[in-house]
């Protein structure tokens, strides 16, 4: 589990405006202790940013409003 590395962000759903706190990982969590904590897998903290700046969404359901520091 060393080599994935878990990027805390805030999202915002695009239909609710609900905003919520969640945890994207780099790689696949599942089967590790992680699996149920993380929203998200396979993305890097690049995708993250570029999704909060607009410039490549991931998901039509949500979008990045804010990326964690380390």
């Known amino acids: ?3 994935i590395e878990i990027i805390e962000a805030t999202i915002e759903w695009n239909d609710t405006h609900d905003i919520e706190n969640v945890l ?3 790689k696949d969590t599942e ?3 992680l699996d149920e ?3 998200y897998t396979g ?3 690049r995708q993250l940013e570029d999704d909060r700046d ?4 991931i998901s039509d359901e949500w ?3 804010a990326v964690n520091e380390q």
Do not use: C, E, K
Request: glycine letters at 4%; hydrophobic letters at 45%.
């Open 37 to 39: 904590q993380i929203f």
């Open 24 to 26: 994207f990982a780099t």
């Open 1 to 3: 589990m060393n080599d």
């Open 54 to 57: 607009g410039l490549a969404p």
């Open 43 to 45: 993305v890097t903290r």
């Open 31 to 33: 089967n590790t202790p």
């Open 63 to 65: 979008h990045v409003i």
